[in-house]
């Protein structure tokens, strides 16, 4: 079970991670093309961005999301290592997102569409992957890091939830 769980998890992480690789760079040399001044061109480029988009990045992004918290229950791992991993995850994320944006912005707004900036979520997308990478083979100790946090973040504070939040 756990076999299949990882088997999954890592089959769509690296469809996830090419795609995330991948997409800035179509986005850059496509978006560039003086084909897309033609109405061939153009939809060539919105099929291209948004198929990869929605049928294959984004699930490949949920099934590996969804696949890695079952394994978190699967082998009981609450580690330090896993919770930087996981807001290490939240950046690859946000540049899911951002690229999801563009893809938007290119097919519903007149040129010309900043898709330059596609450049930036490739930069910051392989160090992200490279991190988690890092985190979850090495897991490393992080407990001397956490030592430095101070005291309010490690400690439950004990207070009573402000009626005005509680909902029963
Ligand atoms: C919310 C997203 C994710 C969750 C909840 C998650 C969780 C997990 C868990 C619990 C494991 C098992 C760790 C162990 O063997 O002790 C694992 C394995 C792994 N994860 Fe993730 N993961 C996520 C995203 C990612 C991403 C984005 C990458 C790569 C960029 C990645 C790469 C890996 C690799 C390579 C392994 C296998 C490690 C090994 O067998 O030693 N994970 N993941």
Redesign the pocket.
């Known amino acids: 079970m756990i076999a299949l769980l990882?088997a999954l998890?890592?089959a769509a992480?690296a469809i996830?991670?090419a795609g995330l690789i991948l997409l800035p760079i179509v986005l850059r040399v496509y978006g560039a093309r003086r084909e897309m001044a033609t109405q061939a061109g153009f939809a060539e480029f919105r099929w291209l961005t948004h198929y990869s988009y929605t049928r294959v990045l984004s699930p490949a992004a949920v099934v590996?999301?969804v696949?890695?918290?079952a394994?978190?229950f699967a082998?009981e791992?609450f580690d330090a290592w896993?919770m930087a991993?996981?807001a290490v995850?939240t950046g690859?994320v946000l540049v899911h997102v951002w690229l999801g944006h563009l893809i938007v912005q290119a097919g519903e707004r007149r040129a010309p569409f900043r898709l330059s900036t596609a450049a930036a979520a490739l930069v910051a997308v392989v160090p992200l992957?490279g991190l988690?990478?890092w985190l979850?083979?090495a897991?490393p100790d992080l407990q001397p890091l956490l030592a430095l946090l101070p005291e309010v973040l490690t400690e439950p504070r004990g207070n009573a939830i402000p009626a005005r939040l509680n909902p029963l």
Do not use: D, R, S
Request: charged share 10%; net charge positive.
């Open positions: 990882k998890h890592i992480l996830w991670c590996a999301v696949a890695g918290t394994l978190i082998l791992v896993l991993k996981l995850v690859m992957i988690v990478l979850v083979l897991k």
